[in-house]
């Protein structure tokens, strides 16, 4: 039954384990950990189906997995990577066939670069991020599955500093965000109820395209 009835309206709590090993000598660095994620009083609001009743029902969810990292750091430069296998389900009343399903966040792998030079007054930096996409079912008593595609974006910055007199500090400098220009989809996870249409939409909202910046800053 919708928990909205009887005015109980659960709040999100959650619960984190995390176990894990690290390392650490002349500038190297890596971790591994393993995490599982418990989380309750999750909300979904339910107005398109013939078989429930319409309203708020209340679940729970779980993340599990194992994250990866690795840093060097040489001189004045600095470069780390991270990779993270993971698997988030959830769970609601109305489900019929499994027990937990893949939730709307579930992404199996995700893999993030990081990298930082440094030759005098200049500053190199670039990152790289991939998620390799969500698959979600399109509604809960059905084996429909809607696929949101891989998100990739590279990201490059150049700085330089300089000194245009003895009391003022200035840096110029260039970034360019999602230099390949990805089409990236990022996933808002909210949901339009429907006022004169059948059935209510997904929401979702592209990411950050191509974005150069030309930027000064002054310090006296």
Known sequence: MPYIKNGTIPVLSGENWVSGISYNKKGLTANVEAFYKTTSGLSRYIDDSQVLQSGFYAGKARSYGVDFFLKKEYKKHLAWISYTLGKTEEHFPFYIRDYYRPAPQDQRHELKFAGVAN???????VNYVYGSGFERFVFENTDGVEYIPAYNRLDIAVIYNFKP???????????VLNVLNSENIKLANIRRIATDTENPLDVNTEAVPFTPTLFLKVIF
């Open 119 to 125: 030759y005098k007054s200049f500053y190199l930096s």
């Open 165 to 175: 007199g003895k009391v003022i500090k200035s840096q110029i400098g260039l970034s």
